[in-house]
């Protein structure tokens, strides 16, 4: 399953769907990280998104070869963690997010 998104004009931070499955993801904000956390663990980029005011993903974003990134979706609701291959244009205005693998975790990750 593979999500497309193109950078919005007005935003250069976000990202808005252009092409994928049915989502709630209609955007996604890509960013450098600040937090210790996601340094620590070699995080290049930070991915969100939000929907009705409630954030419905973050994941920082490590490099596994030029332009791609290897993050995860953790869904608590329904104990599952989605792994994320996410792809950036050279020029950062495409965004892809392949959906990998899906695997079931506790609710303490």
Do not use: C
């Amino acid at each position: 399953m593979t999500f497309q998104f193109l950078r919005n004009e007005d935003r250069s931070d976000i990202y808005d769907l252009i092409d994928g499955p049915d989502t709630s993801l209609t955007y996604v904000r890509l960013s450098k990280p600040v937090k210790g956390f996601l340094l620590k663990n070699r995080a290049a980029f930070v991915l969100e998104s939000w929907k009705e005011n409630q954030k419905i993903l973050f994941t920082g974003l490590i490099p596994i070869s030029n332009n791609t990134y290897k993050g995860d979706h953790w869904r608590k609701s329904k104990g599952l963690v989605h792994e994320l291959r996410v792809t950036i244009s050279k020029d950062l205005n495409k965004l892809s997010i392949e959906v990998m693998n899906t695997k079931k975790k506790g609710p303490n990750r």
